[in-house]
């Protein structure tokens, strides 16, 4: 089957060069409905790939602490022992406890180094769940996302967005189709979730899509396996802090390598470490496969299973001969995708980023395999970003930044195809408000790739979860193709029309069926099969057996044994064909957006706060670009007059019909708190109405406010949220308008 | 449960003012996916309110026929009489057989006349039926819409927009977004798919989302109970003209009544008519509901119950006690949701009319009972279009034009905001470039209406499937929010505080829970909500009874008798009370849009054919606006030359910056058949390069050109595709070009 983004690095409560981004004064994070993608496979919350760097600076912390602990251990057995001991002065008893003492400080040190490493160094754990909290608590309290169904109780992975959210959904995936759809003419195409049986058992997902599973054998409540044995030793870990340096190596190895272990082996981990039920503390049943796709059944008739689809990849790969058809037959091309997926997770948590629904969007460039070159790489050949190759994570070092260009050239990322959406995605990220510098791609490692994916790396991004996978970049050459044409029997291909016509040589095996079928009656249609897939190299070794001794011994796997063919039963020879073109299956180069999780990631990115100007409380502000924000403008009057109300409501029917949203605040209340509530949900400029002619404009982050007439209002904001205009151009064109403090926060 | 839209009209085939709209020379039609949608409870292939006018004609038509057909007979039987008769002269038997042959041709003329009628006039439906497919296959070449899983055979009721259809279907949200929630500040949110039973319980899809069903009793296929009979009626109606006017006004009232029937007498007819399964012609069981939703299961447990969601409304409803909160605890506030719905069809017929799956686009107003009026109802209340009030409807007349100022006043429609909401659609409609003369807005029977709706209306696009319900605007009064409210406990509720406090006299029940418990025991609770539960009237009664007689059998409902209350048990007494607030249901107006169908339409009605100015071909085209059109300009170098090409290639690239979707067109094919390529996917512009310094813009229906400077080309293109300019606008400023026929179609 596919895997999706099997692995995942949470890695930054261990990762140096990470965590000091954790460390900066008001840092920049958030927490959406949908970051909950729950889109990966492995996502988030399995192991990283073993950090060397980090783990081996935590494995001396231990080691001294183990130390330190036999000193005070036998210390203390000396203190015991003088104490005992009979005629030894007082001074002697009072100098071995001191030193006991000495040891026992000295100990209690190395502990709380540990465990601070251990937290993610200094202020950091404790710092990112505040600052999370308050993310949250702010997306919550204005709605820019809340838990479904609510007043019955909610259900866990499901979440809505607010108005604010939705807006903003709408906002980055209008931006995704400009970026993408438009800018390399996609065909963009829009299929049904609902999604029979067939199609799904020939991506493997009926089979394969599944994770492991435990039942509290008391109560039946469901556990993922790999989630229970990595909580147990995470917090073994954590707590621990006598474990010795040996064991804590075993418990972090079996972290690293959660992702590969069998049913069998998960298993006999959760019996060797008596691992119960979480709130029942009962016994554990053997771990066993849970199939992700949410069932149903189409039609009446309840015969025609069907699934809601796990990813939106299907519905263009079996759409693949018309789409290329509609292309003129030619290659590359892309299709995309947007729209919902499901995933039934076992156990939802962490929040908005693993949920059982969510928006994704993705894109299959379908390309000759023997061409994987693309013609506008140029255009982001230059870029530099934070890269982070397979070598080095196995090697323990950190993502560096690496120039994209030579990255591909030096065979780092596999090819120009695969290297050009690496680089589009760079742009869309940062372009959407990603912090350049908690953004990384990172390699898969050979155990976390398909074996026949040529190459895979995922855009992670960091927020107060660790290092999340946002996007997919994937070369997974031709298997999906292969898999519909296989189990559909329409050929899925391409074709290569050659300037003129080409001789070639092929060898030709020509099964006689008349022969088989005495010698092998029912059987004769599997060794037919079995003979016309065979490669050339073993076609040219039975020419040869035939040839040498009359007859060979031959395998047939459907049969599950091999059968005795005669030389009259098959001919072999070599062949010149005139061939007029080439027919191949093509590669896709898969970029999959996981919308929710960049949304999430961007809240958190976009947050800051700062003090009022008037009091001591900390606002809240989220810094969202024009292009992101839920509204882009927002009018208030500065006090509650009938003739400025007139000119707002004036101004926000302006703005509407020039198709910027808008808000109008008419409440009564201060206009130092109506700035902090439109700061608060990100919106970046605000119209304030100080007279019937003219009024102010006002930027968020900077406070700044220009005078403009009132007529005029509603065009230079649109000129500013459309970008035709920075905030520089207008304040240059446009007298500055200085606030009394009391106007302001 | 709610009735959706439970009553459709496909009355085209025999109203006379909808059918010669069908008789115009190119007319225009089409056929989506999604026109599918689907969404409809009953739908379009439901019966027709009864047309008075329309059958009172065919009845009469009916009735000469059988006159001719008595009259035919009887000369026959003279002609048969006369031959054998001996002696009669050879003149008179000619005479007779002559007058039988008069008689004859004239039969056959009223029975042609029968046919037309039957079949919707000249023609009517053969025209339609060739004016559909001609769309259809367009749509389908040029890949709008395709069936979804084609290679495994497809899926009934399963469509995919292809790159045009989904392309159009953005620009469709995209506007619905612009004129509905950003022009009134909707609060849009974005709920899952996947919802939890407790929901659909409260909302009553999961008892009465039903449509009753029949199965072959030998080999188990499923059929709509009511669409068999139908067919069975409709057939004996069209194909039998020798049918008595009696039992065509039985088969007519049949279908009149459909909606009405209940599984009993559904049976009892099927019976009567022995109807039998369609292609077996196997008996068929007695009629039983099918519940409509997919149902799935939610986690991994199996006890979590969950429906794929058959309308996204109560996600909205589930959420109003936030959403009024996030408005500042004020009405009126309208909520709104794009997403996809869900519909489990029994058996999916009219291609993408009716469909398994769907985008619907809902929007709910809440509103204070009491008032609601409408601050913008002066926009629209000029508006002039085709209204179908159910008085007109009952008495046979047809859709007249209304201005919906007065509509409103009238009470024709039941309030301003229902009048309102019914101008901004009408607004909506024509401006997406549906017909204004095949748009009408037909008001629900009250057979149509659930029983707690205030009023509704449909608006209704004509195609060539007959009239087709697209939006579906209802006053829903309090059910939907008071339905969640008895199931999840949480009161939905809205509150209005008055300027000052009322002083307000109330009837106030006070049950003793001493005497009750000692008189009832552990019956008590039951008893003591029987009185909180009492109607003002009934608490006076009980209050008069007690004082009377000092005892009064009360009936509780919960125990299923009545039991004996004592005085003492309960107080009632007036008091005056000071009020601050009331507190209400907010009523909600629901127009529900079903996106596939609008786009459905709107194919019918952008298409249209022009003879080819080189041959005698027909040339399709799509006459879509800038504002649907899946591009909005196509680029095509005159000739094949590099320098034209680079020239074509840099303009491609101007547009795509200035977000103008664009194709490229660099094959070789002549120019003209390249122009009819673009004309019938419906792009409105050409910019043809035919030198490197200035080039043509072409606009798709005048196929007039002017020139401009190629620089110049996308800003221009970008102002007639944003609407800032019109191409009369631009054909003022530039020069024509007059192309040499040959260079055109």
Redesign the interface.
């Known amino acids: 089957m596919r895997r999706l983004w099997p692995l995942s690095s949470d890695t930054l409560s261990l990762s140096g060069g990470s965590r000091a981004l954790w460390d900066r004064s008001p840092p920049l994070s958030v927490f959406l409905r949908q970051a909950s993608q729950a889109l990966f496979t492995g996502g988030d919350d399995r192991s990283a790939p073993p950090m060397a760097g980090a783990d081996g600076a935590e494995a001396a912390i231990r080691r001294a602490l183990a130390e330190k602990q036999a000193a005070v251990d036998s210390q203390a057995e000396a203190v015991r022992e003088a104490k005992s001991r009979f005629g030894i002065s007082h001074a002697e008893v009072d100098a071995a406890v001191e030193t006991l003492k000495v040891l026992k400080v000295e100990h209690g040190a190395v502990a709380r180094q540990l465990q601070s490493a251990l937290n993610g160094g200094g202020n950091g754990a404790r710092g990112r769940e505040e600052f999370r909290q308050t993310v949250v608590n702010t997306l919550e309290r204005r709605?820019f996302y809340?838990p479904?169904?609510?007043?019955?109780g909610g259900?866990?992975g499901?979440?809505?967005?607010?108005?604010n959210?939705?807006?903003i959904?709408?906002n980055v995936l209008?931006f995704w189709?400009?970026h993408f759809v438009?800018?390399e003419?996609m065909?963009?195409?829009?299929?049904?979730?609902?999604?029979?049986e067939?199609?799904l058992q020939a991506s493997g997902h009926v089979e394969k899509f599944t994770d492991l599973?435990v039942k509290d054998e008391k109560t039946?409540?469901?556990h993922r396996a790999d989630h229970l044995l990595k909580d147990f030793c995470k917090e073994k870990l954590e707590k621990g802090v006598t474990l010795s340096p040996e064991k804590a190596a075993e418990l972090r190895h079996v972290i690293a390598v959660l992702d590969d272990l069998s049913a069998q082996e998960l298993g006999a981990k959760i019996k060797e470490y008596g691992i119960t039920a979480p709130d029942t503390k009962n016994p554990l049943s053997d771990p066993y496969p849970?199939n992700l796709m949410?069932?149903?059944?189409?039609?009446?008739?309840g015969h025609?299973p069907?699934y809601?689809r796990p990813e939106t990849a299907q519905?263009i790969f079996?759409?693949f001969?018309?789409?290329y058809y509609?292309n003129?037959n030619r290659l590359p091309f892309a299709?995309a995708q947007i729209g919902?997926a499901?995933r039934?997770?076992?156990?939802p948590r962490q929040g908005l980023l693993r949920v059982?629904?969510f928006t994704l969007a993705e894109i299959e460039h379908f390309v000759d395999p023997e061409d994987k070159s693309h013609a506008k790489f140029s255009e982001v050949s230059e870029l530099e970003f934070l890269m982070f190759p397979k070598e080095d994570q196995l090697t323990g070092k950190s993502a560096k930044k690496i120039i994209l260009g030579k990255a591909v050239s030096e065979g780092t990322v596999n090819n120009e195809t695969l290297g050009y959406f690496i680089g589009r995605v760079y742009l869309f990220l940062t372009q959407l408000g990603i912090n350049k510098d908690r953004l990384r791609f990172r390699q898969h490692l050979p155990n976390e790739m398909a074996h026949y994916a040529a190459d895979c790396w995922d855009a992670e991004i960091e927020c107060s979860f660790g290092w999340i996978e946002c996007v997919g970049i994937a070369d997974r050459s031709a298997y999906d193709l292969r898999a519909?044409t296989e189990?559909?029997g329409?050929h899925?291909v391409a074709h290569e029309k050659f300037p003129e016509p080409r001789e070639v040589e092929k060898l030709v095996v020509v099964p006689s069926k008349k022969e088989l079928g005495l010698a092998f009656k029912g059987n004769q249609k599997m060794v037919v099969q079995a003979l016309e897939a065979m490669s050339e190299a073993e076609a040219l070794e039975m020419k040869a057996g035939l040839e040498s001794k009359g007859e060979v011994e031959f395998q047939v796997c459907t049969l599950g044994k091999a059968v005795t063919l005669k030389k009259s039963m098959v001919s072999i020879s070599r062949e010149k064909k005139k061939e007029h073109q080439r027919e191949f299956t093509p590669s896709v180069i898969e970029p999959s957006f996981g919308i929710g999780r960049i949304i999430y990631c961007l809240y958190e990115h976009s947050f800051y706060t700062r003090p009022s100007k008037v009091d001591n409380e900390l606002l809240n502000v989220f810094g969202f670009s024009a292009l992101v924000a839920p509204k882009k403008c927002t009018v208030l009057p500065l006090v509650k007059t009938d003739a400025f109300d007139r000119v707002a409501k004036a101004i926000s029917r302006d703005l509407?019909k020039a198709?910027i949203?808008n808000?109008i605040d008419i409440?009564g209340t201060s206009i130092g708190k109506r700035y902090a509530r439109t700061d608060e949900i990100g919106v970046p400029f605000a119209i304030t109405v100080d007279s019937t002619t003219s009024v102010t404009i006002r930027e968020r982050d900077s406070r700044q406010q220009i005078r403009v007439d009132a007529a005029e209002a509603a065009l230079v904001v649109k000129e500013l949220a459309d970008g035709q205009s920075t905030w520089a151009d207008v304040m240059w064109r446009y007298p500055t308008h200085t606030t009394p403090i009391a106007d302001d926060e």
Chains 1, 2 share one sequence.
């Open positions: 709605m809340t479904s169904f609510k007043i019955y259900v866990a499901l979440y809505d967005y607010g108005p959210g939705c807006a959904k709408n209008s189709r400009q438009l800018e003419n065909l963009e195409v829009d299929c049904p979730c609902v999604t029979p067939v199609v599973m039946g409540a469901c849970f949410f069932q149903t059944s189409i039609g009446p008739a025609c069907g809601m519905g079996v759409n001969k018309d789409l509609y003129g299709a919902q499901f039934n997770e076992i156990s059982r629904e519909h189990k559909s329409v899925l509407t198709g949203s808000i409440t």
